[in-house]
């Protein structure tokens, strides 16, 4: 038991060292070790029991990176972008490498899903889909989930918060389709955090 205990404890050390990693960016000489996180999370999942979860967390994280890239596509397409364009020019290379980090939320994704369901166990039993279980999910996400993200959002843009973090966000001023999901390590923390909220019945 205390070996498994320290097995996860590496695991989460080693987790953490990769996330301060990527949230360096083009500056770290190691930025592709991002990718390492997979691989981690998926042992973390062998070490925590959630091995039941591998299958749907790659089947969402590869479509989320195909839906990104589909975005991208599209808004490089005149015929299908330049009908809704905000503004006819590009975006200057400094905002291209400060939003280098866009895939952070979806890299770390898959270890807060098997984070939740290391500590909410009792979440783990599959119920049928019913009304009153999607009312549970629709109520915990509206009465739970967006007052926390709007709180955090708020927080976010007091003075302090927003010149040390939030800035990066609002700084994207010709938005790119991964200009919304660039942030730095406390924003994307905070997201995943809330976002991570469980809600079953």
Partial sequence: MAFAALQVSVTVIVLTAL???MFRGSQSS???GRYLVYPATYVLAV??????MLPMLIAGTLL???VNLLFTALSK???FAEPVRIHRTNPPAEQHERELDWDG???LSPTAFVLVDAVTPWLRTTVPLSWSNIAVCFLAHYLVVEPLYYLFHRWLHTPAVYKASHVHH?????TEAISGTSHPMLETLGYLANFSFPCGS
């Fill in 19 to 21: 996330m301060f990693n």
């Fill in 30 to 32: 190691t930025w592709w």
């Fill in 47 to 52: 070490q925590v029991g959630a091995t039941h």
């Fill in 64 to 66: 989320r990176y195909l």
């Fill in 77 to 79: 397409l005149d015929t």
């Fill in 105 to 107: 939320p979806v890299i």
């Fill in 170 to 174: 609002h700084s994207s001023v010709v």
